[in-house]
């Protein structure tokens, strides 16, 4: 089994900063892409931001400029960095990740548990 465990969430005033982590263990092989999404009440979840095992990464616009990924492959952990946060970012944000679990050596795509982001305007 693969487990992913998400921290760093929280409440923040508008402007501020938030780091959050995402944290793979269990029967990894190797981890291919991480990402982070977000789900707003009433709305779909979305893809905020991710990154490739080779470390190229996409961000959804609204974030850009503002939100960084990163990865430590030797932690097999992801985070995400948010800065100049705004309110219209609030939303619970959940990590994604693939990879190649063993003993199978398939690709798999794992969830985290979600962390609450609440931005006070």
């Known amino acids: 089994q693969v487990q992913l465990v998400e921290s760093g969430g929280g409440l923040v005033q508008a402007g501020g900063s938030l780091r959050l982590s995402c944290a793979a263990s269990?029967?990894?092989?190797?981890?291919?892409?991480m990402g982070w999404y977000r789900q707003a009440p009433g709305k779909q979840r979305e893809l905020v931001a991710a990154?490739?095992?080779?470390?190229?990464?996409n961000y959804v616009d609204s974030v850009k400029g503002r939100f960084t990924i990163s990865r430590d492959n030797t932690k097999n952990t992801v985070y995400l960095q948010m800065n100049s946060l705004k309110h219209e970012d609030t939303a619970v944000y959940y990590c994604n990740v693939k990879a190649l679990r063993i003993p199978t050596y398939l690709e798999y795509t794992y969830w985290g548990q979600g962390t609450q982001v609440t931005v006070s305007s």
């Open positions: 269990g029967s990894i092989f190797s981890i291919n892409a």
């Open positions: 990154i490739t095992s080779g470390g190229s990464t």
